[in-house]
């Protein structure tokens, strides 16, 4: 049932998500697996998608229509802080747009690329649920950044690298 790429830490891990649902609802593990998958390993390949689709019993196109539905699965390594600027149409309207062309700017990256050091990955997303404080980003799936105007924008990533020096 489960592949020798499995190791037995990240079984045990995937056995107690698992057993929070009836056997036969098993897949519905599936973003505790990958959450799980990229947690070890920074991101879920499509060999990890494969892995949790065979753990799971569940066709592998399932597994990957999660992965590729939320912004929060990284299908490829990402820098240390991964940021994702809100460019939905109400935070376009209130200067979302502008604020990952300055991100671009700032950073010397293009929307989807990670600065040469690893420490930022840009990434744009769809609605993240704040849309009278936009423009707003989301650092590492965790840190809500709201009104983020180019000075705090700039204070930001100031900020994240002066942390880093030390």
């Not at 519905?28 to 949790?52: D, K, P, R, Y």
């Amino acid at each position: 049932m489960t592949s020798p790429m499995i190791s037995e830490q990240t079984k045990a891990r995937f056995d107690r998500e698992v057993a929070k649902y009836p056997a036969d609802q098993k897949q519905s593990a599936v973003m505790a697996c990958l959450t799980i998958v990229q947690q070890e390993q920074g991101f879920v390949s499509a060999q990890s998608e494969q892995l949790v689709a065979d753990y799971l019993g569940m066709a592998p196109i399932a597994v990957h229509e999660v992965t590729t539905f939320y912004n929060m699965y990284n299908q490829q390594a990402v820098g240390k802080y991964k940021l994702n600027v809100c460019t939905n149409l109400p935070c376009q309207l209130r200067d979302g747009a502008k604020a990952l062309k300055h991100l671009e700017h700032k950073l010397g990256i293009a929307m989807g690329e990670t600065t040469a050091d690893g420490l930022f990955t840009l990434q744009q997303s769809e609605c993240l649920g704040a849309c009278a404080d936009s423009p707003v980003m989301l650092v590492n799936d965790v840190t809500m950044c709201s009104f983020m105007s180019n000075e705090k924008l700039d204070q930001l990533i100031d900020g994240l690298k002066s942390a880093e020096a030390k």
